[in-house]
């Protein structure tokens, strides 16, 4: 995860405090002359927001929240500052009747302030996950700030089952920090689709977004995808096939904004397939890596885009259990200068897990690319599909939330160097007792983990993965909930949870202050 820009603005604040403190208190002797070096400090403050999670009355979700224990931070100035991590709602755009009414407009802004004022998840203590639950087409956009010691690492999802209808299907997304810019290669305007791009803006002040959109022959026309207003604290979704009049099956959907910062994350129906959440991929880049297909997936598609002015050649790999391997006839994909290329890969992984990387075919000429896999698994009526976007790797620390007592597989792929990673699987939102196990990835293969539930364990819990020695390692997690015979999943990858900023080195130089 992105640290936030609030996280970098804290971590300069607290540099200018502990820089003015210097300034004013000299030290004697040679440790005058010493000269500090850079250094990483918790972030102070963190920021997530959560879509709005299903339309359908039939929907059953579940909100977890966790900030990882092990990282104490400062209040900076305010020694008595409180440490929150708050999930609330966001508030409702208002219809256009009830702005154009004073007194509806003034009831109706009462309401959702006083709703939005009442938090649905918060976060007590590092090391233990909270869990809520909403049922039907109800349940709001959560957006949420978290402070002091429970800011670094801290991470949300919202799990959706929809047992029946055209698009039954388990929903999964991890909560996002707001940003600015957002690719997801894997949508579409097909007719059998429903393709809704959530918006949801946690400031106090209007965001505005425009949206475009790629296909295989290029920029998608659209006319009404741009200077999108989302209000402050408020959220929008936007039907995919309403912003053009073309139906293109594979898309490559591009958000920014103008001002403001948003959280965007795009739900996908498949009339009869399935649904689930596609989260934004990682930053263009030569090399992706897409961790976590599952052993039994029964289709894997390849959706790649190349945003730049050059066209880019790729070696597509799959890390295996045991090796790195080209799938026959898939060795390599050619995509063309802003213009979306696919590529079916079938049941590339044929009974054993793996993770998909791109690599640019000749290392000299490495163009960025953004990429996102669609996996199914089952056939016919009782298939479901999921996504899995490129991704960063763990880095320092990542988590994940909403771990139950069976259907978590943690994947972890390390495409350069050997690695060992350290998981720790946290107390239960309801009980139980933190748990580590350490595991080594041999270089250039997959190793699927079955996380062993918390000692005690009620409720809920959370994995936290801490990159060890070698590396890297880019994972993800899948959770599997079957219903009436269809083994509905979704999978989250996870990124560095930007838990830290860098503080640059600095020294004392009072010559400045010479004449």
Known sequence: MKSTHLSLIAGTVALAAITGFASLNVPEGPAAEETATASSLPVERSSLVCPAPSTSDL?????????????????????????????????????????????????????????????????????????AEANGSDAPALVGTATGTLAPGWAAQQTTKVTAGGAR???????????????????????????????????????????????????????????????????????????????????????????GRVGAVLLSADDGSGTDWLTAAADPSGTLVMPGIPADATSVQLVAFAPGEN?????????????????????????????????????????????????????????????????VRGTGAKQEYAYIPATGPVGARASVTDNRAEGSTLSLA????????????????????????????????????????????????????????????????????????VQMFTVQTLPDDGGTVVVPSARQDLSVLDD
Not at 93 to 102: G, H, N, R, S
Not at 212 to 237: H, N, Y
Not at 449 to 465: C, N, R, S
């Open 169 to 259: 299907g388990l929903l999964g997304v991890s909560c996002t920090a707001p940003d600015t810019d957002f690719w997801f290669p894997g949508a579409s305007t097909a007719r059998s689709r429903q393709d809704y791009l959530h918006l949801t803006n946690p400031d106090a002040g209007a965001a505005v977004a425009d949206i475009q959109l790629f296909g295989a022959k290029g920029a998608v026309t659209s006319e009404v995808g741009d200077g999108i207003t989302v209000p402050a604290r408020s959220s929008v979704a936007l039907l995919l096939s309403t912003l053009t009049d073309e139906s293109v099956n594979d898309l490559t959907a591009h958000v920014t904004t103008r001002s």
């Open 59 to 131: 929907a059953e979700t579940r909100y977890t929240s966790f900030t990882p224990p092990g990282q104490e931070t400062g209040k900076g100035q305010d020694e008595d500052a409180k440490d929150t991590a708050e999930l609330k709602p966001a508030l409702p755009v208002l219809d256009d009747e009830a702005e154009t009414d004073p007194e509806k407009a003034e009831e109706a802004a009462k309401k959702a302030r006083a709703k939005a004022d009442r938090p649905v998840l918060a976060v007590k203590e590092p090391g233990r996950p909270v869990l």
């Open 414 to 485: 390390a495409p350069g160097a050997t690695a060992t990673v350290k998981v720790t699987t946290s107390a239960g939102s309801e009980g139980g007792e933190a748990a580590v196990e350490t595991y080594t990835v041999k270089a250039g293969t997959t190793m699927s983990v079955t996380p062993k539930p918390p000692a005690g364990f009620k409720g809920a819990y959370a994995l936290t993965v801490e990159t060890v020695s070698g590396g890297p390692v880019h994972a993800s997690r899948a959770l599997v909930l079957p219903e009436d015979g």
């Open 311 to 375: 066209d880019a050649d790729v070696k597509v790999q799959l890390m295996g259990k045991n090796t790195t391997f080209a799938p026959a006839g898939n060795d390599t994909l050619h995509i063309k200068s802003g213009m979306t290329a696919t590529v079916d890969l079938k049941d590339i992984t044929r009974g054993e897990p793996g993770s998909l990387r791109l690599t640019p075919v000749e290392k000299n000429r490495a163009t960025p690319i953004v990429a996102a896999l669609q996996v």
